[in-house]
């Protein structure tokens, strides 16, 4: 199995910049993919951004494109997501994911919420 832990959320006016953290534990050698989603309140879970977990092209949403980056630290097991330029609509849980094996994994999530 493997384990995922966020952190990094917070209040932060809009314009503001937040970095969120992604530690993976357990069976972290089945690994392919890492990526974030989040979910705003009434709405769906939505795909933000993805990283492959030994190299090869990120991928992001159209939404946070150019403000949003992804990268990982191997060495540590975690995954970062750079949030720049927030804006109110960006407010959401953040989650990890990683899909391995046939199982989904999810963190248990992180709070930003971007005042207006």
């Known amino acids: 199995q493997v384990q995922l832990v966020e952190s990094g959320g917070g209040l932060v006016q809009a314009g503001g910049s937040l970095r969120l953290s992604c530690a993976a534990s357990g069976r972290t050698f089945i690994i392919y993919n890492m990526a974030w989603y989040r979910q705003a309140p009434g709405k769906e879970r939505e795909f933000v951004a993805r990283?492959?977990?030994?190299?090869?092209?990120?991928a992001y949403a159209d939404s946070v494109k150019g403000r949003f980056t992804i990268s990982r630290d191997n060495a540590k097991d975690t995954v970062y997501l750079q949030m720049n330029s927030l804006k109110p609509e960006d407010t959401a849980i953040y989650y990890c994911?990683?899909?391995?094996?046939?199982?989904?994994?999810w963190g248990q999530g992180t709070q930003v919420t971007v005042s207006s």
């Open positions: 990283i492959p977990w030994s190299g090869g092209s990120t």
């Open positions: 994911n990683t899909y391995a094996l046939g199982m989904n994994y």
